[in-house]
């Protein structure tokens, strides 16, 4: 496996501090540009609603009265494919209002060029039919989030500013006061000020509710949206397994990459300088003039032997390590530990053993996090943890180094990440500056 090499700062910087707010969330939450961007949302919610309603209600009622005939089935068609256009609109208003960002379906793929080809490809899609649907059933939502909205924001706001203008009413309605109730001349009348207050301290509670009624409404939007306008679940495992192999295959060649380099550098070289000692030494002897030199050379030629076996284990160790597949990852961590340069404690607790290719990628990630912390992290101690949970296999490495590790672009602990990812793995790093540092990997178990 290739070494990851993580950055440790030599002099980290501080951490940005965030931002704090005097004013609590919910005081400001009526006044926030992300409560007035849903509402505008859902202001916009039904006239959008009602020309994709129209649309839907006028593809499905002319196509199906034309299925008799040729034309029905094209029409069809052309109608699904118009549904995935408005579809494009729906998905653009929902980032720039509701800032949420649902990804396109999966493309229609003809069996091969041609109309009617085209035609099965929109018909067998099941996002075509979901964005039809999306026509049908966000009208009657949008029906009810727009007048649910509007009264209520509406309302709530006339009621907070009520105080400001009740001074108005017993001017021109020459009244004593605002008229409760009344019953056979029995008149009940209030003060203007106490209506105003009263009224005035409901339109505050309501003001400060309304954003969470229209989170609320606009999150039923936003739920319509992903599960009718983006791609199907299925489709998304699909795009997320092409892209685990196309990180598995990457990860293979750069090993064999990685063992050609070794195999040429190392032990290829040292045998063949063997080769030329050892042929060097055979003339002379062949010649009759040995003398210490020969017998220097042969020494030599022992050593380079020892050097290249040595090497030859290191690499094999770093295939797959034979006390892995004979004794399990607990012995293996055990004797990874005992070669680290930095004193490790490890802990396994397993009852049984996962799955080899899971047991395999432990091993490996458990043998990078030591490199690094041996490296770059001018540790003094290191812990390696190992358990099951469930049906998750899961391990920790920490030191007790000086931090700044991360799973950023272009460092080791991304591509680590990446390969954890192709088996539905995660690699999550904790590693404040100054230290310590605690890197956590959660494999499935698959045992």
Known sequence: MDTAHTAYPAHPAHPPRSRRHRVPAGLRAPFSARTWREFLHLLLGLPVASVTFAYAVTVVSVSAGLLITFLGIP?????????????????????????????????????????????????????????????????????????????????????????????????????????????????????????AGVLGVLGLLAVLAGPWVIR??????????????????????????????????????????????????????????????????????????????????????????????????????????????????????ASLAGRCPVPVTVEVDLARRPAPAIEGIAYFTVSELLQNVAKHSGARHASVDVWCTGQMLMLTVSDDGRGGASTGAGGGLAGLAERLGSVDGLLVVDSPAGGPTTVTAELPWRG
């Open 75 to 195: 029409l069809l068609a052309g109608g699904l494919a118009g549904a995935r256009g408005l579809g494009v609109v729906e998905r653009a208003r929902a980032r720039a209002l509701l800032g949420l960002d649902v990804a396109a379906p999966e493309p229609l793929r003809p069996a091969k060029p041609g109309l009617m080809p085209w035609v099965a490809a929109v018909l067998r899609n099941g996002a075509s039919w979901r964005h039809l649907l999306y026509g049908f059933l966000h009208f009657p939502w949008a029906l009810f989030a727009f007048v649910l909205s509007v009264t209520f924001w509406s309302l709530a706001w006339a009621m907070l500013v009520f105080p400001l203008y009740y001074w108005l009413l017993p001017r021109y309605a020459a009244l004593p006061g605002l008229r409760l109730w009344g019953d056979d001349g029995a008149v009940l009348y209030v003060s203007p000020a106490v209506a």
């Open 216 to 333: 609320g409404l606009a999150a039923v939007d936003g739920l319509l949206v992903r599960g009718l306008l983006g791609p199907s679940p299925l489709a998304t495992r699909v795009g997320e397994l092409e892209s685990d192999r196309g990180v598995v295959a990457d990860t293979a060649a750069a090993d064999l990459r990685r063992i050609e380099r070794d195999l040429h550098d190392g032990a290829q070289a040292r045998l063949v300088a063997l080769a030329m000692d050892l042929g060097t030494a055979k003339e002379r002897l062949a010649e009759g003039t040995a003398d210490e030199t020969v017998a220097r050379m042969v020494d030599e030629a022992h050593g380079e032997v020892k050097i290249a076996l040595q090497e030859l284990r290191d690499l094999a160790r770093g295939i797959h390590p034979a006390i892995l597949t004979d004794r399990g990852l607990g012995p293996a961590l």
